[in-house]
């Protein structure tokens, strides 16, 4: 069973999914695919040329489909930014994917994705542009949670009102989503949470911890347990409903 790996916004599939991808009791019994996201990480752009929500979905389909020329559904894993990359993917082409597994999403970002056609386009090339990006300096990254938050907390009571098309989308999606948050979330509010929820298809599953945001890669070992547990539930028909 496959199971691909989508990384947050300033990350990359290392920094964010190490603890998975090298993971015995993960990759022992699973296909585990990731990539860097072109602009992050070691792909190939110009942080001020960050890609659009619809070539990062192309990138994703061409990567999945012609390169590694994958033929089985797919359990997605999405992190942050990666959550909402994966449904939109989801609602894309469901036909290619087995299970949704939204890690701390961003349900504000990449709105545009009710029509769309995949164009033709080249695999990203590999260099390090960008590099391994890391803040330093603790008192800037303080700082950016803090404006984050608010930011994020302005947008989510907007959507309250006038929820975006891919929350009024997200009730259609058939497939069993695990929705996992830390109730300690230093960057996103507790109410973006409550606002997926909100738009969650009736068979979701939410768990929630007494965590911060980066909950794969600051308590792997819980994750990778959670993860292991649904991807082996997975096999019981019907065990959403």
């Not at 960050?50 to 999405?78: C, H, M, W």
């Not at 709105?111 to 386009?121: D, E, G």
């Not at 606002?195 to 007494?210: D, F, M, R």
């Not at 347990?225 to 096999?235: A, I, P, T």
Request: net charge positive.
């Amino acid at each position: 069973m496959p199971i691909y790996f989508i990384h947050g916004h300033l990350g990359s599939s290392w920094k964010h999914w190490r603890f998975q991808l090298r993971s015995k009791k993960l990759y022992s019994r699973y296909q585990l695919i990731s990539y860097d996201i072109r602009g992050f990480g070691l792909s190939s752009i110009r942080l001020y040329e960050a890609p659009e929500t619809n070539q990062i979905l192309s990138d994703t389909y061409f990567f999945l489909n012609k390169v590694l020329k994958n033929r089985k559904p797919l359990i997605i894993v999405g992190y942050s930014v990666g959550a909402i990359l994966a449904i939109a993917y989801s609602l894309l082409f469901p036909k290619k994917v087995n299970a949704l597994v939204l890690l701390s999403p961003v349900p504000f970002m990449f709105p545009r994705i009710q029509s769309y056609r995949i164009p033709k386009v080249r695999p990203t090339q590999m260099s390090n542009t960008l590099g391994n990006f890391s803040i330093v300096n603790k008192l800037l990254w303080n700082r950016f949670k803090e404006r984050n938050k608010a930011f994020v907390s302005r947008v989510t009571s907007q959507l309250y009102k006038k929820p975006n098309n891919l929350l009024t989308q997200l009730k259609s999606l058939k497939l069993p989503i695990y929705l996992i948050y830390g109730t300690r979330d230093s960057i996103i509010p507790q109410e973006t949470f409550t606002l997926l929820e909100k738009y969650l298809p009736e068979h979701s599953i939410v768990e929630t911890y007494p965590l911060d945001h980066g909950i794969s890669h600051e308590h792997p070992k819980l994750f990778n347990s959670l993860l292991v547990d649904f991807c082996e539930k997975l096999n019981h028909r019907g065990w959403w409903n």
